[in-house]
Nanobody, 124 residues
């Protein structure tokens, strides 16, 4: 069973930065395309960023382009999301996601495994 465990969430003022991490159990991390999604209260879960198995290609939601950076370290079985210039509208629970069937994960329906989520709160 694959397990994804996020960390790094918290409270920050607008304009600040946070780095999320997601550690994936097992020895097959490099076979998964990975992504980050977020869900604000009362709203559906939405795509934030994704990265291919080797890390050579990345994709971002338009609202985070230029502010967020997704990366992975296959030797450490870890996915990262560096978030800079945070805005109050970035407030949400952030979820790490993995897929083994697709080259990239862009929608919740394409996800095979989810983490438990980590809360990010940005105050104005």
């Amino acid at each position: 069973q694959v397990q994804l465990v996020e960390s790094g969430g918290g409270w920050v003022q607008a304009g600040g930065s946070l780095r999320l991490s997601c550690v994936v159990s097992g020895r097959t991390f490099r076979t998964y395309a990975m992504g980050w999604f977020r869900q604000a209260p009362g709203k559906e879960r939405k795509f934030v960023a994704s990265i291919t198995r080797g890390g050579g290609d990345t994709f971002y939601q338009d609202s985070v382009k230029g502010r967020f950076t997704i990366s992975r370290d296959n030797a450490k079985n870890t996915l990262y999301l560096q978030m800079n210039s945070l805005k109050p509208e970035d407030t949400a629970v952030y979820y790490c996601a993995a897929t083994s069937e697709m080259l990239v994960v862009l929608t919740p329906s394409g996800v095979d495994y989810w983490g438990q989520g980590t809360q990010v709160t940005v105050s104005s």
